[in-house]
């Protein structure tokens, strides 16, 4: 056993001591190289070999490893990315499609019990209420209602509306970076099939959004997409 080794496990806990050597040893190797064993960890740090598995999982957890059963443990391939979060805007031009917005309600309201609770306000705390049509190359896709804490956003309101919210919440430093999202089949109101020019009851998707920049809330957002022109796509991850 190598001395420098027999020094380290005998620092510490012995699990992190195997973890970080592991880190070191497969650092910058190639996507699919083989990890040590634990039999090798076991004979090399003379620890028990549930202190080497504790470590190892770590490594998997943290995606830096991964075990294929019946071969063995190996360097990680990286992960697919998960779906950005992106403004109505983003995602149009994604799909190859020109966004308009047109609003249909702006102005200061006091947070309701649900908007306050979501926002992380005081019920009747003042909020902006922004109502949009949301359109793509040149027909109505979704009603979006937004309420937005006045506090973070001084001056909103005034000198007309951004052309893009995720925009003029990124110029303030406020670009939500995670959100929490919710969707539901249902169907039109009858102002809803209005503005999306579609028959009273048609289905929809009912779309509630809960915006946060790091761990402060900067949006709620609850639209009405037309369910003959739009379909969610999702690409979902490992998580950490």
């Known amino acids: ?39 090798e960890l076991v004979n090399l740090f003379g620890v028990a070999r549930m202190t080497v598995r504790q470590a190892m999982d770590a490594l998997v957890v943290e995606g830096l490893l991964e075990r294929i059963p019946g071969r063995g443990t190996f360097v990680a391939r990286p992960r697919r990315t998960a779906t950005p979060v992106m403004s109505y805007t983003e995602e149009m031009r994604r799909r190859g499609m020109l966004p308009e917005s047109v609003t249909l309600l702006a102005r200061r309201e006091q947070a309701g019990p649900g908007v306050a609770r979501a926002l992380g306000v005081t019920p009747g705390d003042a909020v902006i ?12 896709m979704c009603v979006e209602d937004a309420y937005l804490n006045e506090i973070l956003l001084p001056g909103f309101l005034q000198g007309g509306m951004p052309t893009s919210l995720y925009l003029e919440l990124a110029n303030r430093g406020l670009r939500p970076t995670w959100v929490e999202d919710n969707v539901a089949a249902d169907i039109a109101s009858a102002e809803e099939a209005g503005h999306l020019e579609v028959e009273a009851g048609a289905a929809v998707l009912r779309h509630q959004r809960r915006a946060f920049a790091e761990e402060r809330a900067v949006e709620v957002s609850r639209s009405a997409y037309r369910a003959d022109r739009f379909t969610m796509r999702l690409q979902l991850g490992v998580g950490e």
């Open 1 to 39: 056993m190598e001395q420098g080794v027999t020094v380290a496990a005998n620092r510490g806990l012995k699990h992190v001591q195997v973890r970080e050597y592991v880190r070191s040893l497969v650092a910058g190797s190639t996507p699919g190289s083989p990890a040590p064993s634990e039999r």
């Open 129 to 140: 209420h922004w109502k949009r049509l949301r359109r793509a190359d040149g027909v109505p």
